[in-house]
C-alpha cells in the first residue's frame, strides 16, 4: 500500500510539474489553430493544424506578407486567418488586380508570387491606414472576406504570426512572410 501511494504522489507531482510548464506556453506563447474555410487557398487549406506564436509580436512589428490569425473585428469571439499587406501610416489602393502601398510620397506594386495568375485581387477601392491600422486579406482573393469588406484591423485583435504547419504530415514545416 507504502508502494501505491509513492506512485500515486509521484504521478500527481509530474502532472502538476507538466500542467505548470505547458499550460503557461498553451496559453500565452503558442496557440494551435485550425484552418476552417478556403480564404486562404492555395496556401493553407481548410483543415490544416497550426501552429501560432502570439508572443513575437510584443517583441518585434508586425511585418507585410505576414500570416496572422485574428479576432474578426465585427465578432471578436470568431478567429480569421489572413495575409497582412497594409501596415500602419500606409495607403493601400487597388486598381485593376493590383496592389499598391502608397506611403511618403513613394509607391510599391506588391509582387504576390504566393498567389496564382488567376487569382488576383478585384474590385477597385483606396485605404489609408491610421496608427495601430493594418490592412489584411486572404490569399484566395475571390472568395476571402477581409479588410475589402469590414475595413482595417486594429493591432490589438492580432493573436499572433502563424509559425508552423503541424498537420497535413507532407505539408510540414515552418512559414516565413515573402519577400517584397
Same mark, same amino acid.
Given at each position: 500500500?507504502?508502494?501505491?501511494?509513492?506512485?500515486?504522489?509521484?504521478?500527481?507531482?509530474?502532472?502538476?510539474?507538466?500542467?505548470?510548464?505547458?499550460?503557461?506556453?498553451?496559453?500565452?506563447?503558442?496557440?494551435?489553430?485550425?484552418?476552417?474555410?478556403?480564404?486562404?487557398?492555395?496556401?493553407?487549406?481548410?483543415?490544416?493544424?497550426?501552429?501560432?506564436?502570439?508572443?513575437?509580436?510584443?517583441?518585434?512589428?508586425?511585418?507585410?506578407?505576414?500570416?496572422?490569425?485574428? /479576432? =474578426?473585428?465585427?465578432?471578436?469571439?470568431?478567429?480569421? #486567418?489572413?495575409? $497582412?499587406?497594409?501596415?500602419?501610416?500606409?495607403?493601400? +489602393? !487597388?486598381?485593376?488586380?493590383?496592389?499598391?502601398?502608397?506611403?511618403?510620397?513613394?509607391?510599391?506594386?506588391?509582387?504576390?508570387?504566393?498567389?496564382?495568375?488567376?487569382?488576383?485581387?478585384?474590385?477597385?477601392?483606396?485605404?489609408?491606414?491610421?496608427?495601430?491600422?493594418?490592412?489584411?486579406?486572404?490569399?484566395?482573393?475571390?472568395?476571402?472576406?477581409?479588410?475589402? /469588406? =469590414?475595413?482595417?484591423?486594429?493591432?490589438?485583435?492580432? #493573436?499572433?504570426? $502563424?509559425?508552423?504547419?503541424?498537420?497535413?504530415?507532407? +505539408? !510540414?514545416?515552418?512559414?516565413?512572410?515573402?519577400?517584397?
Amino acid at each position: 500500500m507504502k508502494k501505491f501511494f509513492s506512485f500515486a504522489w509521484e504521478t500527481i507531482k509530474l502532472v502538476a510539474v507538466a500542467l505548470i510548464i505547458v499550460l503557461p506556453i498553451r496559453y500565452f506563447v503558442f496557440q494551435p489553430f485550425f484552418v476552417s474555410g478556403q480564404s486562404m487557398e492555395p496556401n493553407f487549406q481548410n483543415g490544416n493544424y497550426l501552429i501560432v506564436d502570439e508572443i513575437s509580436y510584443r517583441f518585434k512589428e508586425v511585418e507585410r506578407g505576414d500570416v496572422v490569425v485574428l /479576432k =474578426f473585428p465585427l465578432n471578436t469571439s470568431q478567429k480569421f #486567418i489572413k495575409r $497582412v499587406i497594409g501596415l500602419p501610416g500606409e495607403t493601400v +489602393e !487597388i486598381k485593376e488586380g493590383k496592389i499598391t502601398i502608397l506611403k511618403d510620397g513613394n509607391s510599391n506594386v506588391l509582387d504576390e508570387k504566393y498567389i496564382p495568375e488567376y487569382n488576383k485581387t478585384i474590385g477597385e477601392m483606396k485605404i489609408t491606414l491610421g496608427e495601430k491600422q493594418y490592412f489584411v486579406m486572404g490569399d484566395n482573393r475571390e472568395f476571402s472576406y477581409d479588410s475589402r /469588406k =469590414f475595413g482595417f484591423l486594429l493591432e490589438n485583435d492580432i #493573436i499572433g504570426k $502563424v509559425l508552423f504547419r503541424a498537420w497535413p504530415v507532407k +505539408e !510540414i514545416g515552418i512559414f516565413s512572410a515573402p519577400n517584397y
